[in-house]
């Protein structure tokens, strides 16, 4: 299950990211929000973040008008690691290296063409399981 959030700026992005996992029979949930109305990132984020650290997703897609906000806000979830990117050899090496499990992009930033490819690109590629990423990873968690 794939966790879905976004803000007003996020909103027409999301939209076209439920096309595609629809058309990938792919299962989400969406935390919302849910129109273009003014609203704060944080909510949607923590949401999000939320459902990925307590195992209710296995991974969540997160997207404001930057990608900035949102990727800041979920990334406080302990568990969490956030990527924001806008380019597919970031969403690969994210998935390959900081076994990433939220994908956060900028709808202000991106296209709807290339942001599919890197939702794609994100979704369908696995975490490398290398000893040394695993170091790095264990690293952040600690305090
Ligand atoms: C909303 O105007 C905007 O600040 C938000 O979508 C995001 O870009 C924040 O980082």
Do not use: W
């Amino acid at each position: 299950m794939i966790a879905l959030g976004c803000d007003h700026g996020g909103y027409e992005l999301k939209q076209e990211v439920i096309k595609y996992l629809e058309e990938k029979k792919l299962a989400y949930k969406d935390f919302g929000t849910y129109s273009k109305e003014s609203c704060d990132y944080p909510l949607y984020a923590k949401a999000v973040a939320k459902a990925v650290s307590e195992g209710e997703c296995e991974q969540g897609i997160l997207i404001c008008g930057t990608g900035i906000g949102i990727s800041i806000a979920a990334n406080k979830v302990k568990g969490i690691r956030a990527a924001l990117c806008h380019d597919c050899f970031s969403a690969e090496a994210t998935r390959q290296h900081n076994n990433a499990n939220i994908l956060c992009m900028g709808g202000r930033i991106v296209g709807p063409g290339l942001a599919i490819k890197i939702v794609d690109t994100f979704l369908n590629t696995p975490f490398s399981n290398d000893e040394r990423h695993i170091r790095r990873i264990n690293l952040i968690e600690e305090e």
